[in-house]
């Protein structure tokens, strides 16, 4: 780290680039030095000031790609004391009206084309509280607020909130994650040391600004050292080593599926003609990051955590493969929630499977994290049910082998994580049920062979001989309320799913056998529109040595022939 000064606050770290000519953001079209940003964030912040009601919560809304106003905005609510609330655009329909309206917006500032997808929403903001950045009024909007001196309004302090990171628990609801100015700086500087970030660096912002691993992983410490930002508007796999040589890219923030899109296209003799070092990311399989290094000369600095910034897992050079790394302190366990006693340790064969997943899976618990976690906002039922009994309760589950080491098994609940987006199975049920030809409907998350999770459903139908696969993904793209990460990527389609006694569908055993069942099982590679294929016995087989090939053949599906 270049810089000797810790500042307390994000409005402090700001103030400190007034004068500094160093790049500060880039995009394709042009270049902002530091001073730039900070004096396009003050123009905003003076905006804001004339337009926030001070009797109610100062939060506003953005709802952008990836583009300059989103870090003009962000810079001008941590100088106005106000805190931002980054709006997924992968949410549709009832669940994104529920999100916005919970965080109390008071201003959403978004595009022509976000405006669009919050049209005909009850959100809570009227229509002259939105700020929309391509509007033809917009230049001189901002131009009327041009001479503003960059200041910290008073009041802001390390306590004064600055983001609400929009999370997903157990309990079926949307929570949004409190994340003041102090612990976004502290973490600014942390994560400076972590992943080895320094004014020289070049940092490519290919993740999107709504979420926790880009303002967190790569903004906020950018900002502490005057490193380069460097913007693109989403993350391209084929755009992505253009992105790089064109601004020169030292460092990049990342989730497993965008190592896994970049290492699927076809390699070239000159992969390694870049400046890229090293790359922060969750997700990535071994194997991936081990090819990563190989083909782009980048290595990859894999971590576990959350929005509510509460580190339990400290990364180690002498993991194994499909490890997090070791539990951060003593206070981190796995534990049994309803006993409070830790799991006896893993015991895994010699392919890493889990040999007995009923005693060593737990939940993810650290005792001095119930301490610095800042709770949820407007939620007192979710911070009750994060701490208690003295423990942060992480609501991820996993185990830990007998060597110590901390390995994910998944979440809790009906809430599967698809790139680093988690969402409600039993919304995306109710969905289904919605084809005329479903009679029942179970969606749930198996692994996927890479990382991370994917989502399958399986549906009970009239006809399995005339259920049209194509007709069914033609009505899932027509679906208002059906997210992007919400899409299945397997189908399962049965004339008669299994039950309980009292007819419940058992999804467990659904989700154990995965695309192993006795069902017609149809593919979609994930990309594009949604193009379902039947797999047949070679399909399944390659799948199965994915995972093998991986080293994540431990989550491997239960072969019902075995059972």
Known sequence: MSEAVQHETIADLLLARVGDRHPGLRTRERTWTWDDVVRESAARAELLAERLDRTRPPHIGILLDNVPDFIFWTGAAALAGAAVVGINPTRRGADLEQEVRHVDCQLIVTDAAGRQLLDGLDVGVPAERFVLVDDPAYPELIAAHAAAVPAKADGVDASTLMLLLFTSGTTGMSKAARCSQGRLARLAYANCAKYDIDRDDVCYCCMPLFHGNALMGLWAPALSQGATICLVPKFSASGFLPDVRHYGATYFTYVGKAIAYILALPEGPDDRDNELDHGFGTEASPDDQAEFVRRFGCRLVEAYGSSEGTGH???????????????????????????????????????????????????????????????????????????????????????????????????????????????????????????????????????????????????????????????????????????????????????????????????????AEAWRSGDAVYAWRGRGEPDFRRMSEEDKAALEAEFFASGRQRLLPTDPARV
């Open 313 to 511: 897992v400290t990364k180690v050079p002498d993991a194994p493969p499909g490890a997090l790394g070791r539990p951060s302190s003593d206070d981190v366990a796995i534990l049994d929630p309803e006993t409070l006693r830790p799991c006896p340790p893993a015991r895994l064969d010699e392919h890493g499977r889990l040999l007995n997943p009923d005693e060593a899976i737990g939940e993810i618990a650290d005792r001095g994290a119930a301490a610095r976690f800042e709770g949820y906002y407007n939620n007192d039922e979710a911070n009750r049910e994060r701490v208690r009994d003295g423990w942060y309760w992480s609501g991820d589950l996993g185990y830990l082998d007998e060597d110590g080491f901390i390995y994910f098994a998944g979440r809790k609940g009906d809430w599967v994580r698809v790139d680093g987006e988690n969402f409600s199975t039993l919304v995306v049920e109710r969905i289904l049920r919605r084809h005329p030809d479903v009679l029942a409907a179970a969606a749930f998350g198996i692994a996927d062979p890479r990382s991370g999770d994917q989502l399958m459903v399986a549906l009970e139908v009239r006809d399995v001989d005339g259920f049209e696969i194509a007709a069914f993904a033609a009505f899932l793209a027509l679906q208002p309320d059906l997210g992007t990460k919400a899409t299945p990527r397997f189908v399962r389609v049965s004339a008669a799913l299994p039950t309980t006694g009292s007819n419940k569908l058992m999804k467990k055993q659904m989700q």
